[in-house]
């Protein structure tokens, strides 16, 4: 038996022109349906199992502050944030550059084009003009893959001048790996983070999302960041029967490596940028990913731990924060229940702002536990169990999230409207992200390349 649970708006997946549709449940699962008047009807799985898709809600009280574009064709064609948008900018990516040094079958980015990349004038007009519009975010450097640059120090330190306190640079880690002095120069620069691709424990999982072996390589990337004091962010894109078997594996890996691995962000597979031109579209839902780190877990992991999320729209992401004890035992930190009470959305990003610069960033440990990427000794420090307990949670606190991020089959403009995470642009504008990857069938772009 089915019900219809609201309309959505949305678009077609091959022309790209705004259509309307329902979403539509039958047992535990959730259905976009919408229709395209020239290309017909599509269906699409956005929720599967638990928790129960009505459950998982955190309202927000809309943000209508910041530098607005004004509305003219209607969300999604007027991005830049037009005055419909609902949430300030938490993140903003910077893309430094087309250019990359692997091709992988799936890239949101499409990259390795041969676009020039900006010069330093433009990328300090960038980041003084992010810094303006959104009053203070984090920052992400992005690409393409931003190591390919020879300049990325320099490039880190023009963002630490225009004021950001917390840079993260998204990679694949193959220059990190190739160069050991690359990350102490970053660290020196004044980078904090590497958002690390990261998608399983064997190698069979590289051949097929990044068409080579990688896992050695990510392992000394990993080694070299710890050893610079960088904080690391083990970053999988989740593809089904490819790896959504390895989802607990990838998150004991990152145990392992405490205290510089910081935690694990979970990105099922979207359909924008590259991908295979046979492809179906068999998106791995939020609850999938929730499920199967419960289950692969033996149950130290519990569907409890995990919350939806208190700055971008409910549906987009899930997140849990643990401690490891000495002993190895996993603890849940925070209270394992959702306030759902109404909340602006401001005080929301502006709490994720804080609450992701310190968790991802390295934490300050003694230097005898800094010496290499591994779990670490028993804390042997003098004090009492409290303070014990709360330098130990300094360390060893990790995060396990997960964002699915919308394509055009799944695109629901509400979520749209209510997304922290964006694209920063020459000429000033800030675009959600995924907006501005959004890509239909035939691979034509909304945004990129074309703003």
Known sequence: MSKVLGSIRSVCPECLGRVTGELV????????????????????????????????????????????ESVGNGCPYDCGLCARHAQRTCTALVEITSRCNLHCPVCFADSGGAEKDPDHDILRRMFEQTMARTGGCNLQLSGGEPTVRDDLPDIVRLAKRAGFGFVQLNTNGLRLAEDPALAGKLAEAGLSSIFLQFDGVRDEVFRTLRGRDLLETKKRAMDHAAGAGLGIVLVPTVARGVNVDQLWDIVRFGLERQPHVRGVHFQPMSYFGRFPADFSPEHVTLPEVMTGLCEQSGGEIKAGDFLPPGCEHALCSFSGKFMTREDGVLLRMGSGTCDCTPRPAEAGALKSIGVTARQWSAPVVPEAQSSDCSRTSPDTSPGDDLDRFLARARTHSFTISGMAFQDAWTLNLDRLQGCCIHVAQPDGRLIPFCAFNLTSRDGRSLYRGTV
């Open 25 to 68: 449940q039958t047992g535990d699962v959730v259905r976009m349906v919408k229709r395209c008047p020239e290309h017909g009807e599509y269906t699409t799985v956005v929720w599967r199992g638990d928790p129960a898709f009505s459950s998982w809600v955190r309202p927000k009280i809309p943000f209508g502050g910041g530098v607005r």
